[in-house]
């Protein structure tokens, strides 16, 4: 079983910056990409930044200059500083970690989310 455990969510207001972490473990395994998902009420879930094995970083538009993925000290951690933040990034933010397997498909494990709400 993995397990995800997120942190760093909370209230911040416009302009400021918080830092999103997640820790994978429950299991050997080496994580082919982690990442962030973010979903508002009655809207899907948006891919935010992820980041790949081989070292490559993908980032959604909207976020571009403003937040930065970065593999954390341990094995299968990562996270998100965002900064420069706007009311519209408020949303419960979704770390994930894909895990490869042979054959395919991937597993990808989602964390329980956390709540990133940016206002005055």
């Known amino acids: 079983q993995v397990d995800i455990v997120e942190s760093g969510g909370g209230l911040v207001q416009p302009g400021g910056s918080l830092k999103l972490s997640c820790a994978a473990g429950?299991?050997?395994?080496?994580?082919?990409?982690m990442g962030w998902y973010r979903q508002t009420p009655g809207n899907e879930r948006e891919l935010v930044a992820q980041m790949f094995n081989d070292g490559s970083m993908e980032y959604a538009d909207f976020v571009k200059g403003r937040f930065t993925i970065a593999r954390g000290n341990g094995k299968n951690t990562a996270s998100l500083q965002m900064s420069s933040l706007k009311p519209d990034d408020t949303a419960v933010y979704f770390c994930f970690v894909d895990i490869d397997y042979d054959p395919p498909p991937a597993l990808r494990v989602w964390g329980q989310g956390t709540w990133v709400n940016v206002s005055s």
């Open positions: 429950g299991r050997d395994f080496d994580a082919s990409v």
